[in-house]
């Protein structure tokens, strides 16, 4: 928690810093690949540089945290904490490298409020940077020593790469050496990195689509303007090896036997079908709802599995919303008003940010309490920042 020293400095200057936060990250990030520009090569994604969703997800999380110590005192945002955990550890963050943030960011700090700022207002903000540094540290430690393995990168045969729906492909892997392979639990992601043609390496994140355990297959949508989906769909044929990290992210299957809503829109479907997967295979007898909106049928990546998926199930049940109706779809995008919500359901969500905030709203004006919703962002998670 804050210590009395600093709360009431970081109550008064809370609005300030969090109004000048956004134009603080693109200055710290300057400074920080200045001086570390290896930091872009195999860390760092360069397209969210460029279009500003890295420096956004950083302003938001801290001005999150911030927000909360003064808010909540005594308690820590833990959500917001775990779920930065998790991408940081998919990319491999350690403990050195939040030195290396903290002097290039209040650096940055500096600079900027440059005119109002003070020994005691430095010193605060210090505090809430290394509050919130130490607890990501022991969370990360956490998330590393419980993987099967000690190792950031693994190599994985491409095993098989085909179709999924117009413009995705699924890639299934199978071990390329004989480290021990940890089992992913539903609706986790790994992080895959390639090598550009410019020789830079480049690392996304992509939801396990199939089966959890000890496979791995993801299902990527190409992106023409992207620089990792273009060499995934172009270059990187079966046989070759490619290097993945150990599976992450907590928006995972809530053991219990309460309904489960699923809703997604586009490539968004990849950790819904997970979970409904793992369902299948388990033969629950919990109610699911899957809900999924897409442009048209051709698009829908995953289309055969959940459908597949969704008839193993006697508790379940598929509506879908295309922009170019079938027959037995709904027509336009995906609304919970039009959809009677089981009780006590829980909700887990992916697709583009304006969807989820969307359908988050509705869900929670249906009764379905936040606390059981649960959404995964693909890339910076900027919704903190909106």
Same mark, same amino acid.
């Given at each position: 928690m804050l210590s009395d020293k600093s709360f009431p400095v970081i109550e008064a200057t809370l609005p300030l810093v969090g109004s000048r936060i956004g134009e603080i990250t693109p200055k710290f990030y300057s400074r920080l690949f200045a001086a570390h520009p290896e930091l872009l090569d195999g860390l760092f994604s360069r397209s969210n540089q460029r279009n500003g969703n890295q420096q956004q997800a950083l302003a938001g999380s801290i001005a999150a945290f911030a927000s909360h110590l003064v808010t909540n005192p005594g308690t820590l945002p833990e959500t917001v904490l775990s779920r930065i955990a998790h991408r940081h550890a998919s990319l491999g963050i350690t403990e050195p490298q939040y030195q290396v943030v903290y002097e290039h960011l209040f650096a940055a700090i500096a600079d900027d409020l440059a005119l109002v700022i003070t020994p005691e207002i430095a010193e605060a903000w210090t505090e809430v940077y290394w509050l919130m540094a130490d607890a990501l540290i022991k969370l990360e430690k956490g998330l590393y020593a419980a993987q099967a393995n000690g190792k950031m990168w693994t190599?994985?045969?491409?095993?098989?790469?085909?179709?999924?729906?117009?413009?995705?492909?699924?890639?299934?892997?199978?071990?390329?050496?004989?480290?021990?392979?940890?089992?992913?639990?539903?609706?986790?992601?790994?992080?895959?990195?390639?090598?550009?043609?410019?020789?830079?390496?480049?690392?996304?994140?992509?939801?396990?689509?199939?089966?959890?355990?000890?496979?791995?297959?993801?299902?990527?949508?190409?992106?023409?303007?992207?620089?990792?989906?273009?060499?995934?769909?172009?270059?990187?044929?079966?046989?070759?090896?490619?290097?993945?990290? $150990?599976?992450?992210?907590?928006?995972?299957?809530?053991?219990?036997?309460?309904?489960?809503?699923?809703?997604?829109?586009?490539?968004?479907?990849?950790?819904?079908?997970?979970i409904l997967r793992s369902l299948a295979e388990s033969g629950s007898d919990r109610q699911v709802l899957v809900l999924h909106a897409e442009s048209n049928l051709?698009?829908?990546?995953?289309?055969?599995?959940?459908?597949?998926?969704?008839?193993?199930?006697?508790?379940?049940?598929?509506?879908?919303?295309?922009?170019?109706?079938?027959?037995?779809?709904?027509?336009?995008?995906?609304?919970?008003?039009?959809?009677?919500?089981?009780?006590?359901?829980?909700?887990?969500?992916?697709?583009?940010?304006?969807?989820?905030?969307?359908?988050? $709203?509705?869900?929670?004006?249906?009764?379905?309490?936040?606390t059981k919703i649960h959404y995964e962002v693909f890339g910076p998670d900027i919704w903190l920042a909106s």
């Open positions: 190599p994985w045969k491409v095993a098989a790469k085909a179709p999924a729906g117009v413009g995705s492909m699924t890639f299934t892997l199978e071990p390329a050496d004989d480290t021990p392979v940890t089992a992913a639990l539903p609706g986790q992601y790994v992080s895959v990195k390639v090598t550009l043609p410019d020789g830079l390496r480049q690392v996304r994140q992509y939801s396990l689509s199939g089966d959890a355990g000890t496979s791995r297959s993801f299902t990527t949508k190409l992106d023409d303007g992207g620089e990792v989906s273009p060499v995934l769909h172009n270059n990187i044929q079966v046989g070759d090896v490619i290097e993945i990290s $150990n599976p992450y992210g907590e928006i995972t299957l809530k053991e219990g036997d309460g309904p489960v809503v699923l809703a997604s829109a586009g490539i968004g479907c990849t950790p819904t079908a997970s051709d698009s829908w990546a995953l289309r055969s599995q959940m459908t597949d998926d969704v008839e193993r199930l006697d508790g379940a049940d598929l509506q879908l919303w295309l922009e170019q109706p079938e027959a037995g779809s709904k027509t336009g995008f995906m609304s919970l008003r039009e959809v009677d919500l089981p009780a006590n359901a829980s909700l887990y969500l992916c697709g583009p940010l304006p969807f989820m905030k969307n359908i988050r $709203n509705e869900a929670i004006n249906a009764g379905i309490p936040a």
